[in-house]
């Protein structure tokens, strides 16, 4: 992965066209990235690698590319990244293969242009002004030392008074006390707040309504940086204001950045599937569903799970409480037609702990702090290639 190698998030640019390198600098100060830049490899240096190859090839059954040619004395082996202009690429064509190439052109209809790419090892072609969004993307990756991205969870009522917010609570809190890095997100502006749920609604921080004007990438670091922090996680809630419609395009941005630096998100979801939801819902690694177990929360979860379904691709159900005489947690599923996660019995004294400023999962003994644990453990060795 480029975004792993050494060269401390700097990217190297490597052309000789000033309207290209224009917009390269411009996108990479988009992107919050410092370049090196070399507008053509030196002379001297370059001869000296040919050299090397010529003397080289057929003689000892390589491929004749010189070790720490012309390409590595300018910074080719140690950049995160390297961005190759279409005019230079057949000057960079002997040096040493390395992931995170890219070709970059302003006009790239020259069907050379893909045996150029071979060329040179690149990853991708990208053609400007087609695929700023996309480069800025890359070069903000290095930037950030992008790696895993988070393990990202979403959490939706069946039915009306679920409890899909008290368990979306529980789950970040679970997983910060874990020692994982995590963000809450509230996805429902309809709903109460979940900056209120943990006791945190006057604390500083950005809210959904001050992301609504964003427009393309969000820095995954200032977005941690600018949440309020409560209980050990950082929170992205609604405020008390009268909006509640961020754009569909802001609200991916931010949950795109949110996931960027790894650890656990977890979304708290409205029931509703619209536009907005379904951004967050395509950034899913799995959704769990709260059912209580009754026949007629049920018959409403299937409605809710179709909606969801549309989208996401891992659903998954969560039985909250027994009623007398209602549907076991295995029935509830197999009605759902869809895995179970588990069932998490309703918690006597919970609502009037919350009031007095304790958040759900806060207590670690407690039937839900014991099901969210279990479930990170889970879940997290899964996402890690251990077995569950």
Known sequence: MAGSAPGGGRPLIITEDPLLLDDLLRLCAAAGAEPHVHHGLPERAWAAGVDAMEASAGTDGTDGTPEGGAAGSVGWETAPLVL???DAARRVRGAPRRAGV???GRE???PQVWQRAVEIGAEEVLRLPDAESL????IADVVEGAGRPALTVGVIGGSGGAGASTLACALALRAAHAG?????IDGDPLGGGMDVLLGGESAEGLRWPDFAASRGRVGAGALEESLPELHALRVLSWDRGDRVVVPPAAIRSVVAAARRRGGVVVVDLPRRVDEAVAEVLAQLDLVLMVVP?????VAAAGRVAAGVRMVSRDVRVVVRGRCP???DPEAVAGLLGAPLAGEVPVEVGLPG???EGEPPGAQGRSALARFCDGFWQRALGSAQGVPA
Do not use: P
């Open 84 to 86: 190759v202009g279409n």
């Open 102 to 104: 890219l070709l970059v």
């Open 108 to 110: 790239l209809d020259d």
């Open 135 to 138: 480069l800025v993307d890359r």
């Open 180 to 184: 994982e890095r995590t963000i809450l």
């Open 293 to 297: 177990g009754e026949l007629r929360s």
């Open 325 to 327: 005489g209602g549907l």
């Open 353 to 355: 702990r919350v009031a």
